[in-house]
């Protein structure tokens, strides 16, 4: 979604950052870029005109001017500011003391919100809590049969009532089978409209009225840009919210709405969809994003995802056997698999420090994943675990099987004899494990 503000940025303070000395007129040619980029990202003008004059005003600053490496130091400011503005400070969900804890979802329709709910109810399962779905969504056509099948997708009971459309009792009755039930969050879907209307306002004020939520969360479609500000600022003037939950991250958005919408509101985005499938939601880390924006990786971000997509004792046995040189197709395909699990390839790669700059205008194709798989699939058991028994009438029948030429299998041969080469160097010496780089990272 930050592609364009991304490289944007980076171009403009491209100049900045080798440079032993900055003059006043360099860093103003400077910030007129950076304006021009966040309005270009769709960036509201009032919060454009702030950022780039606090930018301005600590880059003319002593700190800057008598640093030996003044370009970087501006750059770190950029990274600061940007940090601040999309809301410095935890990101984390509210919990009671005494279960269940309540969070209530809000929003128009065609946000997402049925689906983020779905999908924050598996975040929070991976936390190790018990959650459930209330479906008090009455208005739009089919809201409760759709998270009625999300919820059966991820295995988490939907409490519903067929009986009525009061979308107060409906939320009474599944705080009450939660509780009767151990459940300790309640996620509770609400009725959206096309736009605010009175009659939204009303009955979300009394659904929060019975429920008593611990979190109020709004959720916004990324993908309208300033428009989804300005759907937060209403719902700010008529229901209280805590924090946002932004979707379709992952879309072709320019991201105003996530650089705006804290300035503007002073609430903090919460959670972000970065994608369509379930999984595919994730707190939302300001610092992390600043990084990723400026071209300096997610490493943290990338740590967790490894660490979700693997459990530590597959990690220890891979990196026993890598750490011996060994690497057959079966570690290879169990490699890829996790890699698959962390999210697009183009996202996996972006979060690599430098990598995302150098890999710019390469066509990063995820069904290359799924070409290498059904190779390795093609091949019988025996193939995988010594794969220098495979001559050339095996390499045939690999291609025939796999629907791929033999060009492609002797390429893939080749690609995983280098591999093992690497984790063979790497294995020599020292190869921290994933729990033990994510702690160094968290300090």
Do not use: C, W
């Not at 935890?90 to 003391?97: I, T, Y």
């Not at 946002?244 to 919408?261: E, I, P």
């Amino acid at each position: 979604m930050f592609d364009t503000l991304s490289d944007k940025l980076q171009a403009s303070l491209g100049d900045l950052r080798g440079r032993g000395r900055l003059s006043e007129e360099d860093l103003s040619r400077a910030m007129r870029e950076i304006r021009l980029a966040l309005l270009e990202a769709d960036v509201n003008f009032k919060v454009v005109k702030e950022f780039v004059a606090k930018v301005k005003e600590r880059a003319l600053g002593s700190d800057v001017t008598k640093s030996l490496t003044p370009g970087q130091e501006v750059v770190k400011i950029v990274h600061d500011e940007l940090t601040t503005l999309m809301g410095a400070g935890s990101s984390k969900l509210a919990f009671a003391g005494r279960p269940p804890t309540v969070i209530l979802l809000a929003g128009l329709q065609g946000s997402g919100k049925t689906t983020a709910a779905a999908k924050l109810a598996l975040l929070l399962r991976r936390e190790g809590k018990a959650p459930a779905l209330v479906a008090a969504d009455l208005q739009r056509p089919a809201a409760v049969d759709q998270l009625d099948q999300l919820g059966k997708q991820v295995q988490i009971p939907v409490y519903r009532r067929d009986d009525t459309k009061d979308a107060v009792a409906v939320a009474r009755y599944g705080l009450e089978q939660a509780k009767a039930q151990g459940r300790d969050v309640v996620i509770v879907d609400t009725a959206g409209r096309l736009q605010i209307d009175e009659s939204l306002m009303d009955e979300l004020a009394a659904v929060r009225k019975e429920v008593k939520p611990h979190n109020v969360l709004l959720v916004l479609d990324a993908m309208t840009g300033q428009e989804a500000v300005a759907v937060a600022e209403g719902f700010q003037e008529r229901i209280a919210f805590d924090g946002v939950v932004l979707t379709k991250l992952d879309g072709d958005a320019r991201g105003g709405a996530a650089l705006s919408v804290k300035a503007v509101t002073g609430k903090p985005i919460k959670l972000v969809s970065t994608g369509e499938k379930l999984d595919q939601i994730e707190y939302f880390h300001p610092d992390r994003m600043a990084s990723r924006i400026l071209g300096m990786g997610d490493v943290l971000t990338l740590i967790e995802r490894a660490e979700a997509a693997a459990d530590e004792d597959d990690q220890a046995a891979m990196e026993k056997r890598l750490r011996a040189g060994q690497f057959t197709f079966d570690d290879f395909l169990q490699a890829q698999r996790m890699m698959r699990k962390m999210g697009p390839l183009k996202n996996v790669v972006s979060m690599i420090p430098g990598l995302g700059k150098q890999m710019q205008g390469v066509d990063i194709d995820d069904r290359e994943l799924a070409r290498v798989e059904a190779i390795v699939l093609s091949m019988t058991s025996d193939e995988r675990k010594r794969p220098e028994i495979i001559n050339g009438s095996r390499r045939a029948r690999i291609a025939r099987g796999s629907g791929t030429s033999v060009q492609q299998v002797n390429k893939l041969l080749q690609a995983r004899k280098q591999m093992q080469k690497m984790m063979k160097q790497m294995g020599q010496g020292k190869m921290p494990n994933l729990q033990s780089l994510a702690a160094q990272n968290r300090r």
